[in-house]
């Protein structure tokens, strides 16, 4: 499937601000990350956009992934055609007054869905190619790599994913700006016969920082990623990685907001040639809901921005609760 160029990405902008009227002062990120299924058991640490004055944070956020990739090199060859549900559940707090922690765990369902035919709908909608899709059974689940490594999925299969614990110290944060550095590590809770994880330890550090406005928030984060090991694709995912985000938030009113956020990563694994295995780009796009004082329903979808770089679509919703306010 093709990625979202400007041409393109201008009325899927369009469809959300006709589907979601209205915006509050939200989180600066939606609490997403690539779910690509060939290298989601690797450490990729979701956005920490919490401020000092948070307190307790619990979050739960279920991704909806349907994608389909089929691609042949002299060295490597992948079929990707599947369905991926993925929940995330998340526990943060302060630590000591310019100090927060979380904990976050995944639980990852795979199987062959029930989206092939609205994805179709969808594609045709906004005119976007329906790729390989038409020449492929729907519902159907098949995972294969071969190459640097061997992936062989042809069952529906449930399991939890890598546990992994964050800490973050803050800089700078108050009304109008926020610069905070995190690290964190990933056990091996996984399994990197079923994807879920990568067989070792892993670790990442970053940079977040954030400008708020009384009707905009502009976030961004920087950061690099490093698996301790690889039982995935034989040692040749065992290098840094690079990740970035970037998200711009517009406020419509006190209970709603729009946001359109890009999620970028380096190459996880070492010469290959593979673009689901290389650099992507996601786009994201959707809103948020304040439901009392301290919840917050988040929803969207995202699109590969970049050809065949990451999933063809997936759809999130999630929900927060803050024991403090922003």
Do not use: C
Request: proline residues 5%; without cysteine; glycine residues 12%.
């Amino acid at each position: 499937m093709r990625g979202i160029g400007g041409r393109r990405a201008a009325p899927l902008m369009a469809a959300s601000l006709l589907f979601f009227p209205g915006l509050l002062p939200a989180d600066e990120f939606f609490p997403f990350r690539d779910e690509n299924p060939l290298v989601r058991g690797f450490y990729l640490p979701l956005p920490s956009d919490s401020r000092l004055t948070d307190g307790q944070s619990l979050s739960a956020t279920l991704s909806l992934t349907n994608t389909i990739n089929v691609e042949n090199r002299p060295q490597e060859s992948v079929f990707i055609d599947g369905e991926s549900d993925v929940i995330r559940l998340t526990y943060e707090n302060t630590l000591w007054q310019s100090w927060r922690y979380r904990f976050t765990a995944p639980i990852i369902h795979d199987s062959g869905g029930f989206l092939d035919s609205a994805v179709a709908s969808w594609h045709r909608l906004f005119g976007l190619p329906q790729g390989q899709r038409p020449f492929y059974p729907k519902n159907e689940i098949v995972y294969a790599y071969s190459g640097r490594g061997n992936v062989d999925i042809t069952q529906s299969q449930t399991g939890i994913g890598d546990i992994s614990g964050d800490i973050g110290w803050y800089a700078v944060d108050d009304a109008h700006r926020t610069l905070s550095f995190w690290g964190g590590l990933a056990a091996p809770t996984g399994s990197a016969s079923k994807l879920t994880g990568d067989g070792a330890w892993d670790g990442a550090v970053w940079a977040h920082g954030a400008l708020r406005w009384p009707k905009w928030q502009l976030a961004a984060e920087l950061g690099l990623a490093q698996p301790f090991g690889d039982e995935i694709f034989a040692g040749y995912a065992h290098k840094t990685s690079a990740f970035a985000r970037f998200a711009a938030t517009r406020a419509l009113g006190s209970q709603w907001s729009v946001r359109a956020q890009l999620d970028g990563q380096s190459g996880r694994v070492e010469d290959s040639d593979i673009r689901l295995l290389g650099p992507s780009l996601e786009l994201s796009i959707g809103a948020v809901r304040r439901l009392g004082e301290h919840w917050r329903l988040e929803f969207g979808f995202a699109e590969d921005a970049a050809v065949n770089t990451a999933p063809d679509i997936a759809f999130f919703l999630g929900i927060r609760r803050q024991s403090g306010a922003k």
